[in-house]
């Protein structure tokens, strides 16, 4: 599984990639600007990305923001919506109105910080990302 995180607070980074690590590859992506420049660059190699932990509120360009962008990448590429990365919002700002916005904006899955474990894996057997 090859993933990004995208994440502009060491601590949590540092946690995701803790969980991560024993499945596949990461890239690091520190605000939603570098994060969907890595999408393009993923694409254009032939390497996409299986899974992006998205977190919401970050400086340059916000989650909500590159969610919409890398979607609009992910559509004008062509790439049918099944075969899209699987997108988790990570986020300390579960508040409805953000919810909705990220469903919205095509995520796939929702997870408030403090990122747990067991939920984390949970939902990456829901999205058939590990067994």
Request: charged share 30%.
């Amino acid at each position: 599984m090859k993933t990004l995180i995208v994440e502009d607070d060491f601590t949590s980074r540092l946690l995701l990639q803790e969980l991560l690590k024993s499945f596949g590859t990461f890239h690091i992506a520190v605000n939603g600007r570098e994060a969907v420049g890595a999408v393009r660059a993923a694409l254009k190699s032939g390497e996409p990305y299986d899974l992006i932990c998205l977190d919401i509120m970050m400086p340059e360009m916000d989650g909500q923001q590159a969610l919409k962008e890398i979607r609009a990448i992910e559509e004008s590429s062509r790439i049918l919506p099944s075969c899209w990365a699987k997108i988790i919002m990570t986020t300390a700002v579960g508040d409805k109105t953000n919810v909705v916005e990220a469903i919205r904006g095509k995520c796939d899955a929702f997870l408030v910080k403090p990122v747990r474990k067991a939920k984390l894996m949970d939902e990456l057997k829901r999205l058939k990302l590990i067994w």
